[in-house]
Antibody, heavy 116, light 111 residues
């Protein structure tokens, strides 16, 4: 079955770059679109962006200047980079498979704290 | 604030029905039939319960149903059970410049 797993540092210093990877099993990332979503502690969900099977991207306008997503088809994973982080970027970061109109498979989430 | 508006809380007794609303605009909810509803239990990842306004993924009980009228989508949970107690989020396609927008979430309490 389709499974996604986020990985990366749980603590990032202010002004540095947050980097996360989502490893996918059960399906090739050469198919579908793949999204990142985040959820600050005690708050709601925010879509960060998606990357397609061909590598094209679409980012939330509010984060666009700081976000980069990429694919590694050889390892069947995709990645998120968020630059110049502040405490407001502290959140649980989820990766998910995107199909038209919805996100049907989600990772368990990775808490990233921005603190010195 | 969130692009889509949901009530912060809803409640019902076991066996009852409850409906949660999700209000957007003609640029998102009203303009496309791509509304989804997600259930999130504490400490867990969201799970899609409804997609394309009213479609249920395999494995989701038919006690969960979705609908839309104009710029407002709704999720109805019938025959409330204790395990339905969770946060519920709506989302909608909102065009190519910002494809995914979420509601602020509704905490459903089963009394």
């Amino acid at each position: 079955q389709v499974q996604l797993q986020e990985s990366g540092p749980g603590l990032v210093k202010p002004a540095e770059t947050l980097s996360l990877t989502c490893t996918v099993s059960g399906v090739s990332i050469r198919s579908y679109f793949w999204s990142w979503i985040r959820q600050p502690p005690g708050k709601g969900l925010e879509w960060i962006g998606y990357i397609s099977y061909s590598g094209s991207t679409n980012y939330n306008p509010s984060l666009k200047s700081r976000v980069t997503m990429s694919l590694d088809t050889s390892r069947n994973h995709f990645s998120l980079r968020l630059t110049s982080v502040t405490a407001a970027d502290t959140a649980v970061y989820y990766c998910a498979r995107s199909v038209p109109g919805t996100m049907d498979y989600w990772g368990q989430g990775a808490l990233v704290t921005v603190s010195s | 604030q969130s692009a889509l508006t949901q009530p912060p809380s809803a409640s019902g007794s076991p066996g009852q029905s409850v409906t949660i609303s999700c209000t957007g605009t003609s640029s998102d909810v009203g303009g496309y039939n791509y509304v989804s509803w997600y259930q999130q239990h504490p400490g867990k990842a969201p799970k899609v319960m409804i997609y394309e306004v009213r479609q249920r993924p395999s494995g989701v009980p038919d006690r969960f149903s979705g609908s839309k009228s104009g710029n407002t989508a709704s999720l109805t949970v019938s025959g409330l059970q204790a395990d339905d107690e969770a946060d519920y989020y709506c989302s909608s396609y909102a065009g190519s410049n910002n494809p995914v927008v979420f509601g602020g979430g509704t905490k459903l309490t089963v009394l």
